[in-house]
């Protein structure tokens, strides 16, 4: 639960913009979408960008909001 940790403590300097990167990876997906969710709300109503990166394409689905760019590489 380091990850959640870091995560928050990031959130609470507003930064402008917060890099995610696999941070959620070992979660269920009870508790991973418990704290997406949690973290879009915060964003959005921080106006802080999130920038999430994971292999899983359904963590991105979970996550996506209107104008959300989906990127793969084969």
Avoid: G
Avoid at 55 to 73: G, H, K, M, R, T
């Amino acid at each position: 639960e380091n990850q959640i940790v870091q995560v928050i403590k990031f959130m609470i300097k507003k930064p402008k913009v917060l890099f995610i990167d696999n941070a959620f990876s070992r979660f269920d997906y009870d508790k991973k979408t418990e704290i997406l969710e949690f973290i879009k709300k915060y964003a959005s109503k921080n106006k802080i960008t999130v920038i999430y990166a994971s292999n899983n394409l359904d963590d991105i689905y979970l996550y996506a909001i209107p104008n959300f760019a989906v990127s793969s590489e084969t």
